[in-house]
Nanobody, 123 residues
């Protein structure tokens, strides 16, 4: 079992930055690939970024490439999403998720989810 708790969301002006954190419990965290997803009101949950178990492979949605960076620290079991040059269209609830081995852009392939953290970008 893995429990995930996101933090770091908030209100920021366009062009600003936020750093989201996802703290994971469980001794096998290092075996899991991690993903960040986001969901705006009335929309589907979309892939934002993924990182494999070792941190050696990452991927990003086209909409955030060059602005967001995903990273992980397996001690102390935390994955991060650094978000720069934020835009109003980045406003959403952001979720982290875990699955075995490789990340996926499909949210249905993830086994564990956090409760989400709200990010609001004002224009």
């Amino acid at each position: 079992q893995v429990q995930l708790v996101e933090s770091g969301g908030g209100l920021v002006q366009a062009g600003g930055s936020l750093r989201l954190s996802c703290a994971a419990s469980g001794r096998t965290f290092s075996r899991y690939a991690m993903g960040w997803f986001r969901q705006a009101p009335g929309k589907e949950r979309d892939f934002v970024a993924g990182i494999n178990w070792s941190g050696g492979n990452t991927d990003y949605a086209n909409s955030v490439k060059g602005r967001f960076t995903i990273s992980r620290d397996n001690a102390p079991n935390t994955v991060y999403l650094q978000m720069n040059s934020l835009k109003p269209e980045d406003t959403a609830v952001y979720y982290c998720a875990a699955r075995n081995f490789e990340y996926s852009a499909n949210p249905n392939f993830y086994d564990y989810w956090g409760q989400g953290t709200q990010v609001t970008v004002s224009s």
